[in-house]
């Protein structure tokens, strides 16, 4: 099925009785897989390689937007090692550019798009060639034919290791999409983000005043706004769980030690929740970072939750083998970049875990600088949100989870009167 407002590209191979060619078309209109020079050449093989990115950017991590040239493949190899969609054994430099099978397909597909499903135990589907897929992927195939996302041939067979042609990958990829994208949305709505630092008497760089801050709370609260949280946020979306009127999120950056001197009393004056991102690395062992007995007596309150700001790749560094945040270094290989994100990112969660008891549901970039990897990788590790530092008031949609990453938010660090006007200068509605 085509997506909304796409027109069908025309290949002069692939004529419109072709059994494929809806499929062709809506994958190629996604950018799922493409054609050259006037041709998609349906009957060609597709390589282990071509079909993981594929699978990628079904997944939601598009890779053409990371690599060029010929290490295009290597972020998506990078990140499918990284999320455990094969072994090492697999995928090797010498079998990479080989034909993918259709048992390993089946594999991917599952791995990538559909990991519950191996935990159900439906009735098995019987092929007259059961015995020539592999052992260990079986229940990979299994899982794929319970969803009817890749079936058997007319004579009873599967053909494990029969190779997956472009339109055969073309069908299976766009039967995947719309597997993914069956649920539907419902309610619209906006919640503004406002973004601050550090409020005390600092009174230079990203400092705010109490009282400027204080004044701007009982703003909101007198116009009839309601403080809510991230995890608020991702059970609307998920369950439809109704938001107050007028929801609006306080977020607050790096964990300053003032949040807890003149931030928190301010909170609970006036019954107010707000979200503070943490620097794990900074927590207890910077002078100006906050203690983790203060981190947990502002989660205990039930008025401020902590979410993830990275441990050690809040940076700086620009030079020439540094980094700018979690971009990824001069230099550096997309295997090293995406192992190096994933576990500092899995630090500062478990730590905010283990401190509060609650682990992090947002990923909050340093600088609001990203790219497609680190959405990925931070996806993965169990982010249902992200923010950037862009300003904007955010949507979000019931039944759409997409709607929860790259969430807008309106600075507030330098804007010190009225935050009412603010919001309608960025075209709140409410």
């Known amino acids: 099925m085509l997506p909304a407002g796409a027109e069908a590209a025309a290949f002069s191979d692939v004529s419109r009785s072709h059994w494929a060619y809806d499929a062709i078309m809506a994958a190629e209109a996604r950018g799922l ?16 390689q071509a079909f993981l990115s594929m699978v990628c950017r079904v997944w939601g991590l598009d890779d053409r937007k990371l690599e060029t040239g010929d290490r295009w493949a290597e ?24 034909p993918i099978t259709r048992e390993f397909a089946a594999k991917l597909l599952v791995n990538a798009l559909f990991p519950e499903e191996l935990e159900h135990q439906g009735a098995a589907v019987r092929f007259k060639d059961q015995n020539e897929i592999g052992w260990a992927r079986r229940p990979y195939v299994q899982a794929a034919a319970r969803l009817g996302l890749i079936t058997g041939y007319e004579d009873g067979t599967f053909r494990p290791q029969a190779p997956l042609t472009r339109a055969a990958a073309a069908s299976l990829l766009d039967r995947a999409l719309q ?3 069956a649920g539907e949305t419902g309610e619209n709505v906006q919640v503004p983000i406002l973004m601050y630092h550090d ?5 230079i760089g990203y400092s705010k005043t109490p009282e400027i ?29 109704p938001l107050p009127d007028k929801p609006i999120v306080i977020s607050v950056d790096d964990g300053y030690r003032t949040n807890y001197e003149y931030l928190y009393p301010i909170l609970q004056e006036l019954d107010m929740k707000a979200e503070i991102a943490l620097i794990g690395g900074a927590i207890q062992y910077s002078s100006w970072g906050l203690k983790w007995d203060e981190v947990r007596e502002m989660a205990d309150s039930g008025l401020v939750s902590f979410q993830a700001h990275t441990d050690q790749l809040h940076s700086d560094q620009t030079a020439e083998g540094g980094r700018l945040g979690v971009l990824k270094a001069h230099g550096e290989s997309w295997t090293d970049y995406v192992e190096l994100l994933g576990a500092d990112t899995a630090a500062v969660m478990r730590k905010i875990q283990r401190h509060t008891g609650s682990c992090p549901v947002a990923f909050v970039y340093p600088r609001g600088k990203w ?19 862009k300003d904007g008031v955010a949507e979000i949609i019931q039944g759409d989870p997409d709607c929860l990453y790259l969430m ?23």
Not at 87 to 96: D, F, G, I, N, P
Not at 371 to 382: D, F, L, R, S, Y
């Open 199 to 203: 409020i005390s008497y600092l009174g």
């Open 75 to 98: 972020p998506a190899m990078a990140f499918g090692q990284y999320a455990g969609w094969f072994e090492e054994e697999e995928l090797t430099r010498t079998s990479r550019t080989k």
């Open 33 to 48: 897989i493409q054609g050259s020079g006037g041709k998609f050449r349906p009957g060609d093989n597709v390589s282990n």
């Open 371 to 389: 790219n497609t990897m680190a959405e990925a990788v931070i996806k993965q590790a169990g982010c249902k949100v992200s923010v950037t530092t």
């Open 179 to 181: 597997m993914k994208e």
């Open 213 to 241: 801050f204080l004044r701007q709370m009982q703003e909101l609260k007198d116009a009839g706004f309601h403080t809510v949280t991230y995890a608020q946020l991702v059970d609307f979306v998920e369950h439809g769980t």
């Open 408 to 430: 807008d938010r309106i600075g507030m660090d330098f804007r010190n009167r009225s935050v009412v006007s603010v919001l309608k200068q960025f075209g709140y509605q409410g």
